[in-house]
């Protein structure tokens, strides 16, 4: 059963504009929520998070929100940079360290 | 922040053999976890890897398949035993929530 899920696997964005990346949860106890970043051979590289007690954390370019009436959250880049071309996943945790990932989303920045 | 080793980076095993696979931590941690990323798929935890008790296994997961190690606070070792195909995924390591290893590519012929 998938508590986390990215629904789009795919998004392409031009350079300089905003890319924004969607995550739904299913599991009402999850209180923590984490976006990763990851490139073909290496591990996900941690890029922001909110407890659930926020609703926006912002960290440079990379803002995340919260939504829990609608189970939904949010990682919004801006501007989109070719660097940032990688797999994005989406993750939640409840009361511990042990997390749910969603299936990713691949997101393509065109110069 | 933490920074985590783990090897080997790749390897090609033949069915029915045994695979461990290790994770180096720079500092102590209290919690460390192991996720497999099976081929076009998301990561799925396998285990908790406990220091001086026994890993807790998420279900699917079983002790006798993933024997996991974790004799201190900086170090752990998976196991992926008798081998088949299926097994053919990715095995990564995690420190806390934030920090993963570079992840170990295995495949099983």
């Known amino acids: 059963d998938q508590q986390v899920k990215q629904n789009s696997p795919s998004l392409s964005v031009q350079e300089g504009r905003i890319s924004i990346l969607n995550c739904d949860y299913t599991?009402?106890?999850?209180?923590?929520f984490l976006w990763y970043k990851k490139y073909p051979a290496e591990g996900p590289t941690f890029l922001i998070s909110i407890s659930s007690i926020k609703d926006k954390n912002e960290d440079g370019r990379f803002t995340v929100f919260l939504n829990k009436s609608a189970k939904h959250l949010s990682l919004h880049i801006v501007p989109s940079q070719p660097g940032d071309s990688a797999v994005y996943f989406c993750?939640?945790?409840?009361?511990?360290?042990?997390?749910?990932f969603g299936a990713g989303t691949t997101v393509t920045v065109r110069a | 922040s933490a920074v985590i080793s783990q090897k080997p980076s790749r390897d090609i095993c033949q069915r029915g053999t045994s695979l461990t696979i290790q994770c180096q931590v720079d500092?102590?941690?209290?919690?460390m976890f192991w996720y497999r990323q099976q081929p076009g798929q998301s990561l799925t935890l396998i285990a908790t890897?406990?220091?001086?008790?026994?890993?807790?296994?998420e279900s699917g997961f079983v002790i006798d398949k993933f024997p996991i190690s974790r004799p201190n606070l900086t170090f752990s070792t998976l196991t992926v035993s008798n081998m088949s195909p299926e097994d053919s995924s990715i095995y990564l390591c995690s420190a806390g929530r934030a920090f993963f290893g570079q992840g170990t590519r295995l495949t099983v012929v």
């Open positions: 500092s102590q941690v209290t919690m």
């Open positions: 993750a939640a945790s409840a009361n511990d360290y042990k997390l749910s």
């Open positions: 890897a406990n220091q001086g008790s026994e890993a807790t296994y």
């Open positions: 599991n009402s106890m999850f209180d923590y």
